[in-house]
Each structure stands twice: as C-alpha cells, then as structure tokens.
C-alpha cells in the first residue's frame, strides 16, 4: 500500500480569460476538512501552467501577495491532501503537474489505487523514474504512457482507466480541456456546477459549489469521464454500468460536510438518520443528548428527535486547535480531551446523558471524554457511536489506524463500554449503513470486511522508508 | 480614547519550581476567542523573568522549541490580546515587563480606563516615555510611581487604584507574588481557581481554569486585589463594596464561552434565556429555529424550546477562516458571507424559519446572509436578535463601530427589517438583560447610554497616529 | 538548451556510520561561490536515504535544527547550484533522488549537457515524465534505464556515459556505494581526497578538501569512474584517453577559488599569469594598479609584479551584498555600482591607474565603475581584462549573455574603450589562454567559436516556459 | 555598565518629500560592518513617524515589500547595531522612537556613556520606566525631561549633552528637524554631506556618503550640534573646544572601513601606516608579507612597501560565511579557522612569511591559523600584529574580552609567541598609535589604560540579567 489519503479535489473551466485562482482558493476553503496537511492551485494561461503547491493550509499556503502572482487563467484545478506522517513532504502536494512532449497535463485525485504497488513496479521495471509516494504519480505515467500511444488526451484516459483499480476521483487540465472522472465504482464523491457567468465548476463535494455561487447540475456518475472544452461539455460513459457502484459510507458519517449532498443524499439528513437508527435500536432514559462537535452534532439531533430526549449543547469545542498545536504529551499535569473539549457544567450537572460520537477508534479519546463528563457531574452516560465498529483496513483512501489498534478487534462492545467507563454502549449496525444512504451500494469494507475490488497482495510499506524532505 | 480592546488573562503561582509556561501556553489556547491579535508569556526563575510575545495566535506565537527555552519557574502570566487594525503592533503585546530599580513588574491587562488619556498627559508632563499605546503602560506607570514612594508592590497597586477610572481587570506577577485585580465596578470578569497539586490559577473566564485541570473557587469582587505569595493568598477589600458592580453584559452576549460561568451565571444559560425572552416577546408561526453559529445557536436552542418549534442546524460554518484569510473584497464573483457561512438546504427549503444572531452592526451582512437562506430556498425569514440594537460606543474595552455606521442609529427596526430583506424582526429588549445576567448590576451603556463612570472628554486618536512598525 | 548552470558537487564515503551531514555543510559552505541559489544534502543511512535540499544559501537552508534531523550515515553527497532566473524553482534543486525498484541513486550533477534536449524527447517518447528542466534529471534517466537491464550501477553509469555528450562532473551515491564521474573532456573539475581517519572526500574544487581537512589525493581523469565501496577504490578507465581533454578556462579565470588547484595548474597563479600576459602585452606608464575585487585582486597583483607599477586597494567591495540585496532599478539618485564598490580616494586622486577586471559583458557596469574611479579623482584610466572578449555561447554550463546583448559582439576594442570612458584597453590574448592554464587542452568555446562537441540544433526555450512554482 | 556596542548611525534631510527609505537602506548597507544584530529606519511623513526595525541584517530586515510600505517624507534616520549575546532583543533595536506630548524624537546613537547606570537609577527613582537596556533610552530620558522644561528640541538636546559623559555620537529627528550630536570628546566618528539634489546626510562614515552620491562636507566637531530645518544648517558649538578630542584609535585599526576617512585621516593610509611602523620597529628577512583579510590587507601591504617584501594573496577568506553560520563547536574533525580562511598553498609553500593581523584577543584563533600556515608548508612565521596588545576594558562602546581572557593580561609578548606558535612576533607600539591616527588626540584607553572620563563604579551587569525576548 502506498499513502492512504483522504483528498478533496476541485477545478474550474470558463470561457473567458479570468483570475480563476481566487475561485480555486475559496473551493480549496471549503474543501479544506477533506485535507489539511498540503494544497495546491495550477492555472492554465492559453497552455502555460503557472503552479503554487506547498505543505500547510490553504490559509497558510496562499497569501494575498502569492494569489496576485497568478496571471489570467481559463482553466485551473486545486487540491487539499491529508497524508499520514512520515509521508509529510512537499513532492507529494497536488495538483501534479506533467510537461511532456506530448503535451501538458495537471492532475488533482482523491482516492486510493488498490492495484497500485503492481503498477508502480511494472512502470519502474519499464523505466519509470517516481518522485512522490503517492497513487497520483501512477496514474500520471499509465495515463501519459497511453497518451504517446493514442494521441488525444480524453482517449488516454479512458485507456488508462483500464489499467487503474480502485478509489480515484479526478479533475485534470490539459493545455485546453478540463477533464473530471469519478471511478467506475464510485468510491469517492465527485460533481459539478455551473456559475451565473457561464464558468463550469467540479468539486469534490457540493459544498464548495455552493462557496463560489456555483449552482450544483449533478454527481458524477461513476465511471464517468467529462470533458469540458470550448466545443462544451461531453460525457463518455464506456466505463459506467459495467459494475455496481460503491460509494463509501464514511463520506456520509465523517468525511464530508454536512451541508453538502452526495448522490442525492444530504450528508445533514444522513447523520439524523444515523441518530434516528441509534434511538431506535439502543433506546434509554435520559435527560438530555449530547454531540461530540463537530461530527456528531447531527447525529446528536436525530437521536434527540426520535427519542424525545432534549438536545443540548454539552460540549465545546476549542476552534483554536489546529496543525500546529502542541500537544501536552507525556505531561500528565494536562488532559489531551479537557484542552480540546469543555464541558457545559450546568448542562451535565445530574443528568442523564446520551452521548453521540461517530467513531471509537483505540478508546483512549472516548475514554478521558467519559471522565471529563462525569468530573462535570454526569450521573449515567450512554454512549451511542453513528457508525458500526471499525475492523477491517481500506485499501481506498481511508486512513484507518492498524487492526492492532482497532480496539473493536479486540473486545466486545460491553468490554468496551466498560473499558471506556460507560452506563451503556451502541454502535450503529452495518444494517443501518444502507439505510441512512438510501442505497444499497455502498462500500462499507472496513466495518464488514466485503471489499468490492481484490485487496492488494503486497504492502511492502518499506518501499517508501526514505524519508525524502 | 486610546486603543479599544478586549482580551484575556492567566495567571500561575505554583509553590515550587516547575514548567508553569505550558500551564499558561494552555489557558491562553482556551482564552483565544477573548483575542486573537497577539499572545504573550511571561515566567519568573526565581526574580528573573523570561518573557516571549509576538503578534499572531498561541499557535503562531508558541512552537514548541520557543516553549521549550523557557526555564522552571514558580510564578507566570500571559494574556491574548485583540486590537484594532492600526494599532497592531509589537510594543503593544502584553504582558508588559517592568524592569525598575524598586523591583520587575509584569503585567496583564484586560479592559478600557476612561481617564487614560488624562493620566497619559499628567505622566508624560512629569517625565515619562511611552512606548505603546495601550493602556497597560499607564496602568504600569501609575504604579510604578506609587511604588518608588510606598515601596510594598501590593500598596502601591491599592494606591494606584484610586487614579484609574473604567475597566480593568488585571494579573500582575513580582519578584515574590501573583497579584490579581479586578476593578470596583467589574466590568470584565475574572476569577481564580486551583489545580489537585496546589497551584492556583487566574484567568479571565472559568473554561480556562477547567482547561488546565483547576478547580473553580470563585470570581473576584469586583475591587478586590488578591495577592497570591509563599505564605498564602491574602484578599484586599478596601476597594470594594463602594460601588455598584457594572459587569459588561455583552460577555454573556458574545464575548465569553458557553461553557464559562461569570458571577455565578453560566454563559450558555444566559445565551439559552435570551432565546427564550426573544421567543416570548416576539412568537411567530415556524418551521425551524436556527442559530448562526457559533454564538447564535444557545439562544437558537432557547428560542427553540419557549416557543416548541424544532431546532434545525441551518448553516455550517467554515472552521478554517481566521486571521489570514484573503477576503474577496471588491471581486463581485464572490459573497463573502457564503464563503463563511453555507446554508444546509434540505433543512431550509420551503420552511418558514426563525433566524437566531447575536448582533446587527452595519446590516450589510446580515443582509448577505438572508439572502443565502432565501437562495436555500427559505419561504420566511423571522430574525431574532439576543440583544438589544447597538447605539453607542463603549469606552471600557469593547471596540464598537462608530456611531456613523451603526444602522440602528438610523433606522427604526422595521425599517432595518425591510433593508435587510427579513419577515420580521425582533431585538432582546434593554430590560431583559438584566433578567439574562440575573442581576441588575450590568453595564450595558452601549445600548441604553447609562455610562457608569465620566465619559472621556478628550478622545484625540491622532495623538497615536504614527504607525510605528 | 536546458537551464545553464554552474554548480558544485561534494562527497564523502566513510566506512563508518558518523554524522556526515556536517562535512557535507562546511564542504559546500566552501563551494558557495559556484553556486547561490539553492543547495542540498542527501546521506545514506543503512540504505535509507535522507535528504533536505531548498532554495538558498547553505546558511540560509541549513539550521542546527535541521543538520541535527539527520541520521548518522556512512555515505552523503551535496550540492550548490546557480540557475537562470525562471528556473529557480524547488523542483530543480539537488543531489537528485532516485526511489527506484533496481535501487535508490542520488545523484548531484556540475555541467551541462549538449545533446540534453534530444535525449529528453527520447525519454519522454518513451513514456519518461520529467519533474524538473535541469540536465540532471535526463542523465537520472539514462543511468536508471540502463541500470533495469545490467544490474550494476557502476555499469550503469558507464553504459549511459555513452549516450552523454557535454560537460558533467558527477558525485553519486547508492546505497552501498559512492561514483564520482568526470566527463570524458573533463570540461569540469572534480578531485578528491583523504581525512586522517579514512574518510574519502570529492569536490568539484580542492578548496573545499581543505575546508574539511582532507588532503588532496588527485583530480580525476578526464572519462574516469571512481567507485568508493567497503572493499576500496576502484577507478574505471574505459571512457579516458578516448578524447582531449577540454578543461573550461574560464574556471581559472572567474569561477573557480584562488586556493584551488585545478589540474595541477593553481587557480591563484594562473591569474597571476594573466596579469603578467597583460603587462606584457599592454604595457602603460601608471601610477598604480588596483583590481576589482575580488577576482580582479591576484590578476591585478601580476600585472603589477610584471609591470613594477605599486599594487594598491583601491576599491572596497561592501561584502554584505548578497542573494536579497534590493538594486535601486529604475531610481536615478542612486548607482547601483557605487553601492557594491567604494574607491579609495586617497589612493586615487590625481593617480594614473591600471585597473584590472575579469570581463566586460554588456559594457554597462564598467561604464559606471570608470565614471566612479573619475569621481575620486583618477586621472587615467587603462583597463585590462583578464580573459579575451566573449563572442559565443557557451553549452557546457557558463551562463553567458546572449549574442545580442554581448558588447565585444558588436563592437571594437576602440569602440568598447570609448564606450566605457577609459584612456586605454586591453583584453588577454586567446593565446595567452594556454600558458595561463599551463596546457593546450583547453575549452575557450565561448572566446574562439571553437566548441569541442556537436552543438544543439535545438534550443527551444519555449518547452519550459511553464512557470512551475 | 550596560550593554557595550559599536554602531552605525545614519540620517537624511530632505527639503521635500521624497522616498527616503531608500537612501537610508543603502546608507546602511555601507555601515553594516559597524554591527550586524539588528537595524531600522524611521521616517518623517509630515510629523507622522513611520518605522521598521527587527534583528538581523539590513538584507533580512528589510524586503522589497517592507521598503515599499514607507510613505515619503522628507527627513529619515537609520540604525545598525552590534550587541553582545544575551542582549539580542527587539527592544534595543534601533532608531528609539519617543511619542511624547512634547513632540515626537527618533533616535540613533553610536557610543556608550561612562555614567549611564547612575543616570538610569536617578531616572527610576523619579519614574521612569525602562523598556530597552540600552543607553539610548537613558539619552532619550534625559532630552525629554529637559524638553519638558525648555520647549525648544536643539537646547534640550544641548542641556542634556551636560548631563552625559562618556561616547555618543547621534542623529536625532524631531517633528520638523534632524539634529546630529558628537560627543564632546569625538569618540566616535561623525560626517555630513550633501546630494547633488539638496540632500543633507549624516553618517558614521564617510563611505556611507559616498555610497548614496553625497559630497563629504566635514566630520563634525568634538561637541557640534548640528540642525537641520527649513531654514537651513545651525551649528551650536557651546559644547566644543571645552575639552581635548579623544577619537577611538581603534576605528582606524579595526572598526571603520578603509575607504573612510575620519577626522581628515583615510582609514586605508592609517593601516599602510601601521604596517609601515611596524616593519621598522620589527624588521624581518622573509620571502612574503600576507594579511588576514579583510582588516590585515592594507597594514600587510604597508609592511610590504616599507620592506621591500613582496606582497601576496596567501589567505582566502569564505565569504558566505556569517550571521548563521554554524561553528563546528566541539566536533573535533573540523577546524573553525580552517573552515573560514583557506591558505593558497602555493604561495606560502616553503616560504618564509611575515603574517600581518590586527590583534590577538585569547591567542587560540592566532594558534589555529599559524598551524593552517604550518600545514600549508610555511617554513617561517613572522606575526606582526598592527595594534597594541589589549590590556584594558573599553567604556565607550567597544565589546573588548574580560580581562581574564586577555592573553596579553597574563603573557608577554616572548611567552605568546610560542603559545601560538610563530617564530616572531611585534605588536604596534602604544607610541606609534599618535602616528597612525596623525595626531595626540586619541583615546587609546584599551592599551594603556589613561581613560578620557572618570570610570563606571558601578558595573552591576546583573541589573539586567532577566532575559526579555
């Protein structure tokens, strides 16, 4: 495996010549959750691509000063990545840009390749140089190589997507196309738009559109190729149909905002519904429901909805703790949860609480989180969690924490409610997953195991170990 | 006047020597909101201070190798301080150090004087040279003259209270001692705590206390100087009880955290009852209720439960827009307000809602921002305000907009209500401040002109017009 | 042509693990003249390669924090390059890093090729994707495609040194071993030595040997392959004696350090040399002779020992500017050469002065440096200029003007004298060339059209017109 | 004593408004070799002052950006700063800036004064406040209490001149004036020029005149005043001829840069001189005279002239080397001297060397260059040093070792010459320092101890040892 990686991905087409990088820039702001470690803009001035790329965020990475260096642009594409540590480096940042004889090409992708260890060594042993550990660098030589082969760049993708398994959302810029592919499962989300001028706009997420007054036209289908260009706007759909789509259930539970829609479904109505599933299935006397911000706000309401049980602002969450925040470590003067988390005393005081998170991962987090409600006089906490237990590893873009880790893999959920110090203890069942997207195509593989491609043999991690930075 | 200010103050008296700079470095994170323009901290070895500060949040300010320089120390203070543009400069950042013959001095101010100016002229007259132009500096040098005569640090400062007029609360540390100060009339909160292994802990609001693991004990009295040294805490009182307190009822507004409690009153329950107030003089027939968040959505929740119509969460803030985000200013393409604030559509369409915020200051955004719920699709749009219509300026720290672009001092609120395109709107009326704060000892001159010291006579701000940075 | 650059390369192969990295500091610290605009350092650790490169100074990219990040290592090559504006861009930055599944290779490059452009279209044809515009990369390319089919490296790279044509002086690691190459003309230095404790040290010049207290064992042959492995030095002859040597002179001349010996030929007396061919050839009655610092100072002193003219300091170069020094441009109070260079006007006034300077390319700043030497006072000025006039471009590195803008392209010596405002002028003879660099196996390309290879055909500029950065 | 430095002070008056930061960028740029800890430039915009000051380089300190934020004006003052560790801090940065009721003042100062602490306790104990600890603030205090008084910013300036004892020379600008001061005994050097456009500049040095295209007018007098308003220049010169001129004779042998001229004398002809007294004093049969660059070049060629020995380029000084250069510290493969100064072997190969430096602080740098020398087959080394030994703590603002360290302190001249290793050695004698400077008016206080003032009782350097920064 190579970087797991939770992206966002976005692109802008428009007729005219214009300063595209600002609209970029607010897309990239609204995207920004979907990655927080590097961002990237690349504009294309009639075939010259001008590029800004860096670790940091969006705020960090593009001040008033770097904006005002990009020229007019009819085309521009813009990333967000979130990468694991150690893969921290600046040849990983996105978009990636290609100058090949052939022609330009930038590349902005969301996902994970499961079959991209196999390609990577075939691309080498045929005298591929890589710069970067990411899956993007794979898909830029298998997409160019079809492309010295066939000529146009669209049938280069298509080509490609041939060869390519597993997650890929991308937005590409060639010297006079846009060009937006979301995979033939469909793994990871992908739309567009359109502004009141006339300018086409692709997103990871329909949140963004909404940012830079696009009006949102539809979700890519998956296996869909648009293509974008003065001529306007074509679908090529040779690789739609052929399978079932597999849209992951966790874009709908954490990942995406929840004022964004994703095939139809509105990411807020989704976690209501998650909270819904939960007071029916593990219903409890209590005072009040409480969300852990900002995830399980949502959830916190549907549960209280369906239950009755008041909703109440319980916690607050310290908006000030970002990157660069300097955790207290081994100082055990200091609370890791109570500096990120405050408790509403008045609110916990006696009561009976229903708690609403969307995930225990290793139980540590939620267990100094059950401390810190009853040290605010919580008399009973129930904890309800809007997904299904984590127990498998993704292999398409999701950075789960090692099975060793996963404490779900090892206890059952009534030692886990007791490891972590509550009253009771309710996952949402995988049941509910299909439910709360009103579909059954989901891929739902690191709660059930059921991998919708074949799950790389080799995961040599040690392929990587050069730290390059 | 001089520069106007909100800001927040911590401090630490540990008995024996320990890394109290991490202490504060986590106080200050959950102070941030108090102000975001510049941080600073300063610890006592033994009678040496050591002080770092600089513009920009604790994030920016502190990396870990700059905290790791400071040494063990038994006393620390810091502060987070916001200022108007103009003045954002570095000789402003506090805590201020005195290094005098008669003993170092740092100190932490949080607050407005009335008569600064007055004392400012009456220093400078007598030979004194400012290097700043905040009010810390007079404070600072009225002290310090009171000390070259009296000699006790706790003396001087009791005498120096009898010259300053208007809002201060202050942390101050000395060679030996910790001395907290709030002024006779309260106006900014303050109070102190103490942590399992005996340290107390002074801070601007109670969330800070609960950050760094202190038990609250109480606020101060509004006059009372507590002076924290080896042989214990001892409460001066010889300026309290004089006068009413006039606690500024806008921190229960605006300024504080929910999960703070000042005078015995929790910030979100006030938040929660100014909903209800608002439900209670101005019901309407609705769908939902949605607060803008963050500081509109207690009162949202308030509204919601006295008038029985659902809570919705209607818009999503965008939690990475801060300090160096580069508005779209003048490029018509792009709404700022839909940059900051995204509406949750399946929520708001066709729904007739209450708008719950906390303030109308110019009208020009919560102008924008009607019009994205009615783009969202919004059928009605009945907006509440938890607090009375801002008409004039506040000289104890709060940096209102001048009288000019107040829009409540033009306009009657249906004309407000028209001009910003809403089916009704509803101010919380002057006297149910007193009903949210649970007393009648407020501060609330910017609403109803009721200054509880002599206003300034002299307000020349060009007395400070070279920029020097 | 590719980007034209002068660099430095540096290596050192211990048999020991030691913390290289500090050796590779001080070793470029003293190849800085060869190339201001971004540096790296790559060690190899156990096979694990550890790389930081950026652009800047050594000082500027290099912290202790950041030398301290390194791991010890038993090999590590560096680099300094200068570039074009344009191509100051991270991407081009070295040593090279080659992640590649035959084995890793780092590679730092001092030269250019004259046959880059078509090897690249070569490689991209078949299905290369080019990071960066530097040369480096197509000779990473060539040496991995070779490595695929023959497995060793050393074979490797004697394999692809048959497909290379041009200048280029290589320091390369792998993760066993350490390659030194120098081009079969040997356009450019490198030699290498030995510290007491066994450490084997290369550089492109002997300057930086002394810097790290190694001594100095030999230069390379010209086509020689020096591999440093566990078992010892093994030096491959296959590609020498094929071809003349082709030393660039102009490294005596202006590029190289006077305490360098490059080729047995000490750079120091090869200056003196010239000032001595110039007193010989241009002979004039004078007052003094000053040089314009600092690599007019030991030419100036030949003249004067030849001449029996006293040697004076008669210009004060102000060594504080450097890389972000801001030029006064278009402001006519000020003279940008007055700025860099002060007269000493004592030494002046009233004086018949030789004034001796490496070059005059556009003619502009010896116009100003004369108007300065008249404004102290001189009474005559007689030019001479330790190098022929420049004619032609040069492929193998030097960053020369273009023709257009070559003042001796356009003009006579007469005319030139008459332009730049002195009584008399003299340039160093092609002939001289030879005797100063004490052999006939020269590259003077760039003064006599003379080029040692094929030129290109192709200089299309325009392939990197893509501002990436 | 407070903090000992030696400093470059630079101003400009204009008549109208123009963009004076630039002349005072490049002012300083010519100064920087006078200290390079900090810098800044405050200019006048019509009485607003605008200003920009920080640690480091004036090339890190100032951006194109930050030169472009200055408005024009028509006066500006300039400060460069040397400091000795610990006092690194922003509050010392230099031009001080006064806001004072009285009228604005900017400050530059070069010197320190003798009596400083008993003036800084005396203002404490009357009120002041201290921010910075330096003696500018102490001279700053000192004009506004007078100002107070008098009104008038010139007979302030000349009252306060009564108060101060030891070495100050100033620019000074107040609302509408630039004011410059030379201390009574003209410790430090002090110039002012004129533009062809007008312009009048006050400078350290001469070389900063000549650097911004000003005619040198004259230094000014022991004691001057110097005005400059509207109306024209007023000197006041009731401060002169009270007192003997002690001009710093190390400015000649050290500090200044040879193209000065102080006091009617040229720097470069002070060190020729040097030389030339020393190669009488200690004549010497050799084969080459060589200085340590840059400040033993002219005294070597002054030995050389006198002699009859030939003068060589024998050492290479590393020009990156500076401000962040990191020292080898205890890592005993590398050698600090070594790293900064390289030998040309050929040069020095089996000769015999008269080696001329400008003084011998610890002996342990003297001790690593002689073996540099050794090593580079020096047969003979004869040290001639162009200053005498250093005995003796300087008051008036050079950082001169603690006595303990003073080789000379504890040696004699026999004794440190086989301590370092040299097969003779002659230090300048104390008599030929009157020659060198061409007069009997100098301070010379470091080597035989004759102070021109009574000397500090009070050196209590703990007063500032809390750390600000």
Chains 1, 2, 3, 4 share one sequence.
């Not at 090409?105 to 075939?122: F, T």
């Not at 989901?442 to 043999?457: E, L, M, V």
């Amino acid at each position: 495996m190579s970087i797991r990686e939770e992206c966002g991905v976005f692109g802008v087409f428009s007729g005219k010549k214009e300063h595209l990088e600002t609209m970029v820039y607010y897309g990239l702001y609204a995207l920004q959750h979907r990655g927080q470690e590097s961002c990237g803009i690349v504009v294309n001035d009639s075939g010259v691509f001008h590029a800004h790329k860096d670790l940091g965020l969006v705020s960090e990475v593009f001040s008033k000063k770097t904006l005002q260096q990009f020229p007019k642009s009819s085309i521009a594409v813009g990333h967000v990545r979130y990468g694991t540590t150690g893969a921290t480096n600046r040849s990983n940042c996105q978009p990636m840009v290609v100058n090949h004889k052939k022609g330009k090409l930038a590349l902005a992708h969301n996902g994970n390749l499961s079959n991209a260890l196999e390609l990577r060594d075939e691309l080498e042993l045929s005298g591929a140089i890589f710069h970067s550990t990411s899956d993007t660098e794979t898909i830029a030589y298998v997409i160019t190589r079809e492309r010295i082969r066939c000529g146009s760049i669209e049938v280069a993708v298509s080509n490609a997507m041939k060869r390519l398994e597993g997650a890929y959302s991308l937005v590409m810029m060639s010297s006079r196309k846009m060009i937006a592919v979301r995979d033939p499962k469909g793994f990871r989300p992908l739309c567009y738009g359109i502004r009141p001028d006339g300018t086409y706009v692709v997103a990871s997420e329909s949140c963004a559109l909404q940012a830079v007054g696009a009006e949102f036209i539809r979700d890519l289908i998956p296996g869909e190729i648009l293509v974008f260009g003065k001529e306007g706007i074509v679908s090529r759909t040779e690789h739609c149909s052929m399978q079932e789509k597999k849209i992951c259930v966790f874009e709908y539970i954490y990942f995406a905002r929840p004022d964004s829609v994703i095939d139809h479904v509105s990411v807020h109505h989704a976690r209501l519904k998650a909270g819904k599933l939960l007071a029916e299935k593990y219903p409890v006397t209590a005072d009040v429901v409480i969300g852990v911000p900002d995830s399980g706000l949502d959830a916190a309401l549907g549960y209280s909805r369906a239950s009755g049980i008041p909703y109440e602002i319980g916690l607050i969450k310290n908006k000030y703790i970002g990157r660069t925040f300097i955790s207290p470590g081994q100082d055990e003067r200091f609370d890791q949860v109570k500096i990120k988390l405050s408790p509403v005393k008045s609110v916990l005081k006696g009561k009976r609480v229903v708690l609403i998170d969307d995930s225990i991962v290793r139980g540590t987090t939620s267990k100094q989180l059950v401390k810190l409600l009853r040290e605010a006089g919580a008399q009973e906490i129930h904890m309800r969690i809007s997904a299904p237990p984590f127990l498998h590893p993704c292999y398409y873009g999701t950075d789960i924490d090692s099975e060793d880790n996963l404490i779900a893999c090892h206890h059952t959920t009534e030692e886990i409610a007791k490891m972590i110090g509550v009253d009771s203890l309710g996952y949402l069942p995988v049941e509910g997953l299909k439910e709360l997207a009103e579909t059954n195509e989901i891929c739902s593989a690191c709660f059930d195991g059921k991998y919708p491609t074949a799950i790389p043999t080799d995961t040599r991690k040690d392929r990587f170990e050069g730290k390059v930075e």
